[in-house]
């Protein structure tokens, strides 16, 4: 018999080799990756350990509380926003009292003295005197002559006009409404 007959069915070395040259890849190709995340892991580790993110903590933590400070500075600076506002309105619908003063003063004629203001929310009175009669006509004509240019209110109540002999003069308020 022939001593060269095999009967184990032979494998191709080629075919082996070729599956030890891709496990080889494989493996080169896994240790690639290996490093290549392990390098990446070290860079971002370094990044992070030196990214300013601590202090940006901390500094949110401090704007947090300046702001919750500030929150009842700015509450009380509302509050008086909305009282300017109001004051502002008020002052806006209010007679202006102080040019009807300086119109009436500005009209009175030699001879005629103002004894007393009083101001009141709504109301101008003057107490005024004069020793002839003459002189309060002519505040009259200049009292009327204002107020059909608007410089004056409209409604002027004026009392009776009084006569005291002892000091020879007449006396009289005009009330501005």
């Known amino acids: 018999m022939s001593t060269e007959i095999n009967l184990a ?10 599956s030890t040259k891709k496990v080889k890849k494989l493996r080169l190709f896994a240790l690639f990756f290996l490093f290549a995340v392990g390098g990446l892991s070290a860079i971002l580790f370094l990044i992070i350990a030196s990214s300013p993110l601590p202090s940006l903590r901390q500094q949110e933590e401090e704007a947090a509380s300046l702001l919750t ?9 509302l509050l008086i926003k909305s009282q300017l506002a109001s004051m502002k309105l008020l002052l806006e ?20 003295n103002v004894a007393a ?3 009141t ?22 009292i009327d002559e204002k107020v059909s240019k608007d410089l004056l209110p409209h409604t002027i109540v004026t009392s009776p006009i009084a006569f005291n002999q002892s000091s020879g003069e007449y006396s009289f308020t005009l009330d501005f409404h």
Do not use: H, M
């Not at 069915?9 to 070729?18: A, C, N, Q």
């Not at 102080?98 to 500005?106: E, G, I, M, R, Y």
């Open 9 to 18: 069915i032979r494998r191709k070395k080629s075919s082996t080799l070729l």
């Open 69 to 77: 400070a500030q929150q009842a500075k700015f509450g009380k600076y």
């Open 93 to 112: 619908s209010r007679p202006d009292l102080l040019t009807a003063v300086d119109t009436f003063n500005s009209l009175i004629p030699p001879g005629v």
């Open 117 to 119: 203001v009083s101001i």
């Open 121 to 142: 929310e709504k109301t101008l009175a003057f107490g005024v005197t004069s020793s002839s009669l003459t002189s309060i006509e002519q505040l009259f004509t200049a």
